[in-house]
């Protein structure tokens, strides 16, 4: 069954000719793209902040609703990036986050967290993230 990613995902970027991380996130802002995938892409720095973070605009990208993460080698994040509001999934997972922003359990709509393989426990965690009114417990 073939699925149909015209609005789903970033599948039109060629992330192998892109050498910064900022393009491809510009790029998903101006083509409304809800999805973002940085999977696995060796990240080490981004152009706008020398060193292992994800730049706080990231939150302009207003309609994205899953955002992948997972395997690179993010040590931290804006706090910024809580106040996206269609984003549902966000996958963080195998990075080296040992502590999350203040305000990052006020995600309007998000389903789905994955933090697994971090370097997080529950002194690093803000008192939100307890009361995250909109995940989904995992099973």
């Known amino acids: 069954m073939e699925r149909d990613t015209k609005h789903t995902s970033c599948n039109c970027l060629d992330f192998n000719k892109m050498a910064k ?3 491809v ?9 809800p999805e973002l995938d940085l999977v696995d892409r060796g990240i080490t720095s981004i ?4 060193g292992l973070f994800v730049p706080a605009s990231i939150a302009n990208l207003y309609n994205l609703e899953i955002l992948t993460l997972c395997n690179n080698q993010i040590v ?10 269609k984003l549902k999934i966000l996958n963080l997972a195998i990075n ?15 389903e789905v967290l994955d933090l697994t393989y971090n370097n ?3 002194q690093s965690l803000s008192n939100n993230f307890f009361i995250m009114d909109t995940c989904e417990p995992c099973t």
């Open 21 to 23: 991380v900022k393009k």
């Open 25 to 33: 996130v510009d790029e998903a802002r101006e083509q409304n793209n």
């Open 47 to 50: 152009e706008e902040i020398p």
């Open 76 to 85: 931290e994040l804006p706090s910024s990036i809580s106040t996206m509001p």
């Open 96 to 110: 080296r986050l040992s502590s999350l922003p203040r305000g990052f359990g006020a995600f309007p709509v998000l």
């Open 120 to 122: 997080l426990n529950e």
